[in-house]
């Protein structure tokens, strides 16, 4: 299905917004399935599925898993670098795997895979046998670049696992499974509040039930914030309790106030103050505080009660 420059310009628009944040993942792709004459359309990150249009649970799974990793039609478009039609497969696909369990058992009778470089790739499959037309097809190749940004929807050069839309109570995904947000709703929110108006947003850290710690970014955008997150180390080894304090003291708060907003004593703050200090080789407490900005040592405790006024002059 032919589609007017007009309409390509429109799409690029959509896609660069999506790659930014601004809007979500899923309203280029409904675009592009709908425009081009398909019936399901899927976003993948290497093998893990991005965004998803209308695949079937069991086919999208297949695609983020032994599709992407050895169906030999899927190697072969990732060593051209070049979208490929089902139609342009220099293979009996009858005699895969993937035929047999995703092409033959939903009855698709045309797809695109577009390889998106080291990013992941975009698979669009069609219940009809049309092939898409070459110019389309070479108007999707050069909107790689552009399509494999929205894979890390408001990425700034570390690749986050999970990307969460917020506005009001609306949360939505915009990248990844936001069931394994470390962070909880509320705390979402907290986050993503705290963004407002701060240029850099919100840059902390955080650690999971499972021992494991997250990195997350929060960055106000029109109508919501867009909040990114991934597994990583923290600096120095810290400890949970430790990053609370070490935050506090970066915004300039005396002993005595974070152990009134914490809840412990001034002794253990003084203790945590010392170890952080230890940990991260800063000599004093001006260059903890220092050291605290430039490494987004902040937690969401800390920004909780800095957000409640820490309780008390300091």
């Not at 398909?38 to 069991?58: E, G, I, S, W």
């Not at 050069?142 to 986050?160: N, Q, R, S, W």
């Not at 203790?271 to 050291?291: D, F, I, P, Q, W």
Request: charged share 20%; proline share 4%; with cysteine.
């Amino acid at each position: 299905m032919a589609v007017n420059l007009q309409w390509w310009t429109r799409l690029a628009g959509d896609v660069r917004a999506a790659g930014r944040g601004d809007i979500a993942v899923e309203t280029p792709l409904l675009a592009v399935r709908d425009q081009l004459g398909f019936d399901c359309a899927a976003l993948f990150a290497r093998h893990a599925p991005v965004a998803n249009v209308d695949y079937p649970a069991d086919a999208l799974a297949y695609l983020a898993s032994t599709y992407s990793r050895t169906c030999p039609v899927h190697q072969l478009v990732v060593r051209r670098g070049l979208p490929m039609r089902i139609a342009d497969v220099p293979v009996d696909l009858r005699e895969t795997r993937t035929y047999h369990e995703v092409i033959a058992p939903n009855h698709f009778g045309e797809g695109v895979t577009l390889p998106l470089g080291d990013a992941g790739f975009l698979t669009l499959s069609s219940l009809h046998a049309r092939p898409l037309d070459e110019h389309s097809l070479l108007a999707l190749a050069m909107l790689a670049h552009d399509l494999a940004g929205m894979i890390d929807p408001g990425a700034d050069g570390t690749a986050a696992e999970v990307v969460l839309w917020l506005s009001g109570d609306k949360l939505v995904a915009r990248a990844g499974d936001p069931a394994r947000s470390p962070l909880t709703a509320a705390e979402l929110r907290l986050a993503a509040r705290a963004s407002t108006g701060r240029r850099d947003g919100v840059r902390l850290a955080h650690r999971a039930l499972d021992g494991a710690w997250w990195w997350v970014r929060a960055v106000a955008r029109p109508q919501g914030a867009l909040v990114r997150m991934g597994r990583g180390p923290i600096l120095g080894d810290l400890t949970s309790r430790e990053l609370d304090v070490v935050g506090l003291v970066a915004r300039g708060w005396s002993n005595e106030r974070i152990s009134q907003a914490l809840g412990i004593a001034v002794r253990t703050v003084r203790s945590h103050v010392e170890s952080a200090m230890a940990k991260l080789g800063c000599a004093n407490r001006t260059a903890l505080a220092r050291t605290a900005v430039e490494h987004d040592l902040d937690s969401i405790d800390a920004l909780r009660v800095a957000a409640g006024g820490g309780g008390g002059a300091g």
